[in-house]
């Protein structure tokens, strides 16, 4: 999945959908943390990981490293990650 990451954010929370100039969506994100030494994106890997109650070790930064756009893969039961998509999606923003 797409996610639209915003490092040092006054409060980490799960935002609705970005879509970027050329009409891919992401997963709006921002956490605290700054973006250096890979805090942010350890961050990212943490607040995912909390409101969707799974381990950490579920969610794995494949792409975008360095970018505010990235690519996570997540791993689970396909069914059951989509629900969980669309819960955050239909909820809105949580901090």
């Given at each position: 999945m797409r996610v639209?990451?915003?490092p040092k954010?006054?409060?980490?929370?799960?935002?609705g959908l970005h879509t970027d100039p050329d009409g891919r969506c992401a997963l709006k994100v921002?956490?605290?943390?700054p973006a250096e030494n890979g805090r942010a994106n350890a961050a990212l890997?943490?607040?995912?990981?909390?409101?969707?109650r799974m381990p950490k070790t579920a969610?794995?930064?494949i792409a975008?490293?360095?970018s505010r756009t990235k690519t996570m893969l997540v791993a689970g039961e396909?069914?059951?990650?989509?629900?969980?998509?669309s819960r955050t999606l239909v909820s809105g923003p949580r901090e």
């Open positions: 639209r990451l915003t954010a006054a409060a980490e929370r799960l935002g921002a956490v605290t943390a890997i943490a607040l995912l990981a909390k409101a969707w969610i794995s930064l975008g490293n360095s396909p069914r059951a990650l989509l629900a969980t998509l």
